[in-house]
Every structure is written in structure tokens, then in C-alpha cells.
């Protein structure tokens, strides 16, 4: 089955790091930009970072936030770092097939269409 599988979140306690994962199965991340993005509770979904096939990367809040990718695990990762419960939603991540191979961003917004779409993980992040 061609999907996308969010894995890594979980509760956890303020000020430390967790590390989520996306994982392809069925098809390959080579040519894919992929988007992590989070729906916190009572708010819109929002992007937060994307990285290309290339590894150029847009990310909207790089002082907390890696993103990363590992072609030979078939893997893009989100590292959270100095997590606090602001933090807490749940998190998806999104696959765009792209000749141009660069993420865009614009009005905003993570351009798309994506043609893959995980069934989210959820972040929580209280004492």
C-alpha cells in the first residue's frame, strides 16, 4: 500500500527534545518534498518546515526545529527541541512530487499538491 506513516510522538515533559519520523512505504521519498505540519487543538494546520529531495530545507522556526532525511530508511524526520506545551498537536507530514526539487512557500502557506498524506502523531507536552 503506497502511504505515508507518522510515528515518534507520545507525552512528554517540557524543555526536552523528541524526534518524529515519516516513513514511506510503497514508493520512494527520492523525488519527494516533504512537509512536516502540526494542528494544534482549536487552530488551523500549519506548516512548519519542509525539506527537498536535494535536502534545501524551508523552515519557519529554526531555533527549536531540525529537519532531516534519510533516503536509505525511506525517512524524513522532525527533531522538537526545548519542547513546551505550546508544542502540544498533532503532526503530519505530506509528500510532493517535484521536477523543480526545492520546497515552496508562499502566501503563507506550504505549496502543494501533495500526493501523499500521513495519519498524523500526537504531541503532548505537559507536567
Known amino acids: 500500500q503506497l502511504q505515508l506513516v507518522e510515528s515518534g510522538g507520545g507525552l512528554v515533559h517540557p524543555g526536552g527534545s523528541l524526534r518524529l519520523s515519516c516513513a514511506a512505504s510503497?514508493?520512494?521519498?527520492?523525488?519527494?518534498?516533504v512537509t512536516w505540519f502540526r494542528q494544534a487543538p482549536g487552530k488551523e494546520r500549519e506548516g512548519v518546515a519542509c525539506i527537498s529531495s536535494s535536502n534545501s530545507i524551508i523552515n519557519m522556526e529554526a531555533a527549536r526545529l531540525t529537519i532531516s532525511r534519510d533516503n536509505a530508511k525511506n525517512t524524513v524526520y522532525l527533531l522538537i527541541d526545548s519542547l513546551k506545551p505550546e508544542d502540544t498537536a498533532v503532526y503530519y507530514c505530506g509528500a510532493k512530487l517535484t521536477n523543480a526539487d526545492v520546497c515552496t512557500y508562499r502566501n503563507g502557506n506550504f505549496s502543494g499538491p501533495y500526493d501523499y498524506w500521513g495519519q498524523g502523531t500526537q504531541v503532548t507536552v505537559s507536567s
Open positions: 510503497g514508493f520512494t521519498l527520492d523525488y519527494y518534498a
